[in-house]
């Protein structure tokens, strides 16, 4: 057993079992852990922070690592972080469609103690895209109040021809106060009919998991018309 692998386990059982050494509460309300699959099935992202004391000093590293449930002894994979002392990590060969949750374990590390943070997950529920990308409107062609809307979808979305989205439109005319909403629909395509003459449009679009796994994105950057219908 090498050093590292016996470090991961005395951390795990650290975390699991605690005792009056393995960290403070304060530390360990300290270490907030989130983590999200806008790139799934390829991986989940998460991510940390905490609020160091005014009288910390000296470095500060983390040890990520996660296993396939807490109750029974397995083996701890690493979560791939880009250097110790990075505040993220990326889990690349989740479980797909799991019944035991995958469980993330941030250890903190700094002079005077550690803490550690448990996280259970199911990868499908922390489904959330990143926004649609290239969202793009034009008129019509001999339809003078009608707009087509275009995008695509999110560009960290790998394979959207098997794990497919859907999508939300919503718009308003320049100067008002609310949108109004359409879709879902799973087109990257829509148009807009019936719009007011005379007037400028903002339109953005959301996309979510097909099968209603996780959250929907957030709204895409508005697009605009670059000139008002009807002119």
Known sequence: MTPRHL????LWAGCLYPSGGKGTPEAVSQLR????????PVAVDCSWTWSPASNTTGPTSFIATYRLGVAAPGDSRPCLQPAPDAQRCSIPDVRLFSMVPHVLNVTMLRPGGAACRLLPFVPEHLIKPDPPAGVRMSHVSGQRLQLQVQWQPPRSWPFPEVFSLKYWIRYKRHGATRFRQVGPIEDTTFTLRAVRPHSRYLIQVAAQDLTDYGDPSDWSSPAATSMALGK
């Open 33 to 40: 852990v989130q983590c999200r699959a806008s790139r799934y």
């Open 7 to 10: 470090l991961v386990l005395t």
